[in-house]
């Protein structure tokens, strides 16, 4: 099981550092033509972005373990129409609840227009039918097809976005949404042999996981993304914009430990629980090397980091980086933690990531001074959960 993980985890993490690398010449190419305000604007609406599609993440991740588990052609191919007949119809329930809500989350936000908003209910709901095939594609273990996918987001999202600049805040976030179609176009033809099946449309998603697992995806996306969508309502705009900077270049050492979790959540089905285990073990271990790497970078040179992506104007962002650079390593393996125990069916880690959701909230809720106190106890709670985590485990033994 070890080579299909380290097989998977590479051209996951190659698709990913694509993808990523499309998304940060993004982000730098906004940082120097968008002013600090709209800056911050678009990362606040892009980790609400993160928050609300958790469904998105939800139907992956419970699509990629059923048909993981089927086995049959033709179960897969009425499983996969089934799924995205249900999905679609939740996408556009979703955009016409936009209309109503999105005047009111761009006032919480300090959006002057709700177009942000409803641009950003768009992305969703793209997501929301592009997860049941990337879902298929994962639980086939169809990896190359999967990071293709992943490759493609962040490339097409740079070329929209240098198109699109001169509408700032708006183009930025049309580029996102355009990106999205495109890539749930290109996840469809390696599927398109199990669209044209006559197996019926039926949906046996197993309703059962779908709790779990979106309790799961909405715990991480909260711990990673509260801090800066609090920051964005406490703070004036600038300081926002700078914490932004520094939080998108810090969570960036996220992106090895997410590709392992997913090279390792279709492995586990099936699998007994010593080699499901040995492979849990590989994965922390790979993913710990790489997050150790980059926490080294950040505490050594982060002035120099923020002003190379960036430019000067975030450089003085650097003791922030720094301790997101500390705050990276505890969320990144728990990362693997938590889609380990999704794959075997365990759900007792919920209690911790509950209970971290509770105090990261109340404790930037309480202690925002500075961004300083903030990175603070955003780095606090990662460690927190990790430990609790690692409890679960050692008193389920």
Known sequence: MGAPLVRGSVLLFGGIVVGNLGHYLFQMYMSRNLRVEDFGALNSLLSLLALISIPSGTILLVT?????????????????RGTLARVSVVAASLLALSLALGPKVGKFLRVTSPLPVLILAGVVAVTLVTSAGLGVLQ???????????????????LAFGVVLSPYRLNGALLATLLSAAVV????????REFLRGRG??????????????????????LLTNADLILVKHY????????YSAASVLGKALLF?????????????????????????ERALILAGAGLGVGTALFLLFPGLILGLVFGRTYSDAGNILRWFGLAAPPYGLAYVLVHYH??????????????????ELVLIGTFHGSLLQVVRSFAGVGYGLLLGLWGVEFFRR
Request: charged share 15%.
């Open 184 to 191: 749930w176009g290109v996840s469809l033809v390696p599927l």
């Open 64 to 80: 990629a373990r059923q048909v993981a588990e089927l086995g049959s052609h033709d179960a897969v191919g009425a499983f996969f």
């Open 342 to 359: 999704l794959a075997k069916w365990r759900y007792k880690f919920l209690y911790p990531m509950a209970l971290a959701c509770t105090a």
């Open 235 to 242: 703070f004036r705009a600038e300081l926002a914009g700078i």
């Open 256 to 280: 090895l430990p997410m590709s392992v979790a997913l090279a390792l959540f279709p492995l586990v089905p099936g699998s007994s629980e010593v080699a499901s285990k040995r492979t849990a």
């Open 139 to 157: 639980g086939l273990k169809k990896f190359f097809h999967l990071a293709l996918n992943q490759g493609l987001a962040g490339l097409l999202r």
């Open 200 to 221: 019926g449309y039926r949906a046996d998603l197993d309703l059962g996981a779908w709790a779990p697992v979106m309790g799961a995806l909405f715990c991480f996306a």
